[in-house]
């Protein structure tokens, strides 16, 4: 299947400092890219989705300005915490749609293996 | 607006047993359904997914899911639990007629007890 990268795969920061990640679609284009968060024992909450060439479209409840979403090109998404509290620490998974022409494929997200924050 | 439940926090199984990991769904039109498989302080994978046709959809790993719309049911399985398929599940769904978000169940903890 296809192959989504994260990174980095953790980082330990300090409170007001602020963190980029970097999120990979390696062995195909995608258009569109979503960004998650995931607290201990809880299921995955979609902070945002990322178009490649215009603005992300967030969440209800997710600080854009806290939250920067770049999509600069089709294989390439970032994350940027900005100004980070503890209350941002987490486990943050991107997610990539395959784009097709045609077929069912383009139905299927492929995620990556997360990075994990702890902000000190 | 859509929804995903998974009614079983947890779910324990003898090495060797089938298994059955349950998911209910709710969407306004026709849905796109999904499973996904996490792994300790790992992103997910993708298992399966039913799009349209055969109800019955396999998947990676031995595992295969039914769609049932009458139940709106789409309940994973496997006929013999590997102690290797302990993990968390995750089923989604995505409502066809609408916008581009998946939308997660809570997830459903396997534990294949060897």
């Known amino acids: 299947g296809a192959v989504v990268s994260q990174h980095p795969s953790w980082v330990i920061c300090k409170s007001g400092t602020s963190v980029k990640i970097e999120c990979r679609s390696l062995d195909f284009q995608a258009t569109t890219m979503f960004w998650y968060r995931q607290f201990p024992k809880q299921s995955l909450m979609l902070m945002a989705t990322s178009n490649e060439g215009s603005k992300a479209t967030y969440e209800q409840g997710v600080e854009k300005d806290k939250f920067l979403i770049n999509h600069a090109s089709l294989t390439l998404s970032t994350l940027t915490v900005t100004s980070a509290h503890p209350e941002d620490s987490s486990f943050y998974i991107c997610?990539?749609?395959?784009?097709?022409?045609?077929?069912?494929?383009?139905?299927?997200?492929?995620f990556g293996p997360g990075t994990r924050l702890l902000v000190l | 607006a859509q929804s995903v439940a998974q009614p079983e926090d947890q779910v324990n199984v003898a090495e060797g047993n089938p298994l059955t990991v349950k998911c209910t769904y709710s969407v306004s039109g026709n849905p796109y359904l999904f499973w996904y498989v996490q792994y300790p302080n790992r992103g997910l994978q993708f298992l399966l997914k039913y799009i349209t046709g055969d109800n019955l959809v396999k998947g990676s790993y031995g595992f295969e899911a039914e769609f049932n719309k009458s139940q709106t049911s789409f309940h994973l399985k496997k006929p013999s639990a590997l102690v290797s398929d302990s993990a968390l599940y995750f089923c989604?769904?995505?409502?066809?007629?609408?916008?581009?978000?998946?939308?997660f169940g809570k997830g459903t903890r396997l534990h294949i007890l060897p």
């Open positions: 989604a769904v995505r409502d066809r007629g609408r916008d581009d978000k998946i939308i």
């Open positions: 997610s990539a749609r395959e784009e097709f022409l045609a077929g069912d494929s383009q139905e299927t997200q492929y």
